[in-house]
């Protein structure tokens, strides 16, 4: 019983391992994915400040070409008024100027509140740019690593599952091994440890008789909770 007990514990220490890889499959990737999503991310957010400084920009250029444009008209307009001869015509003129410089001083408040825009924008950008940078280059190191496991985890998968096969080939009492593949298939690992006259994975109690049994190694038991095969850490020992 010992000896199968042991086979057993081999097994289980390696379907550990061949879940963790199964998960691995599937958890990889979608880690891979979160990663590329958070470079996105921080790259959508910096683009977006960068578009509206490039909106602002041209705007205060906009308004500052308008600004050029008034005051050379109004320049010119002044010149043209002394030639106006009656004074109907010089106060049209008057008023037509005094339109333009309340434009001019509109624009003028506009670039103003622009220009602080920009330099709020330009200092978030910046800011943003310089811990991106560091952020950015870590995430696409995560990446690579994650890349690299998953371009072995396919080989590895193929050599656990023939160390599997060995070991189960290994295992002449069919009634254990069935007991132990209906468990495995249900929960992992399948086997437990006692620990302080528990089973070391759901805590339930061990009856004392039981723990006898377990101590002995005649008898293969399980938890009464979870119904995982328990063994005695003193008794089971696997060779490396």
Not at 79 to 89: A, P
Not at 127 to 149: M, R, V
Not at 209 to 217: D, F, K, S, T
Request: with cysteine; charged share 30%.
């Amino acid at each position: 019983m010992k000896d199968s007990l042991q086979a057993l514990l081999k097994l289980a220490e390696l379907d550990k391992v061949i879940d963790q890889i199964s998960d691995d499959k599937t958890e990889i990737p979608r880690a891979i994915r979160e990663l590329e999503q958070s470079i996105n991310s921080l790259e959508s957010n910096a683009s977006e400040l960068r578009s509206e400084l490039e909106q602002n920009e041209a705007s205060k250029k906009e308004y500052a070409a308008f600004i050029k444009e008034k005051n050379e008209w109004i320049e010119k307009r002044n010149v043209d008024s002394k030639q106006l001869t009656t004074n109907k015509e010089y106060q049209a003129s008057l008023k037509e100027v005094s339109v333009a410089n309340k434009e001019i001083q509109d624009k003028e408040s506009l670039i103003a509140e622009l220009t602080k825009q920009i330099d709020d924008i330009t200092s978030q950008l910046s800011k943003a740019e310089d811990e991106n940078s560091s952020t950015i280059e870590e995430l696409k190191s995560n990446i690579t690593e994650f890349q690299g496991k998953l371009s072995k985890i396919d080989d590895v998968h193929a050599a656990d599952q023939a160390k599997r096969k060995e070991l189960l080939d290994a295992i002449s009492n069919s009634s254990i091994l069935k007991l132990y593949e209906r468990i495995h298939g249900r929960i992992v690992p399948a086997m437990s440890k006692t620990e302080n006259g528990a089973c070391g994975e759901c805590g339930t109690r061990v009856l004392p008789q039981a723990l006898n049994q377990l101590q002995v190694g005649n008898s293969l038991l399980s938890c009464y909770h979870c119904k995982r095969i328990l063994y005695w850490e003193e008794e089971v020992i696997i060779e490396n």
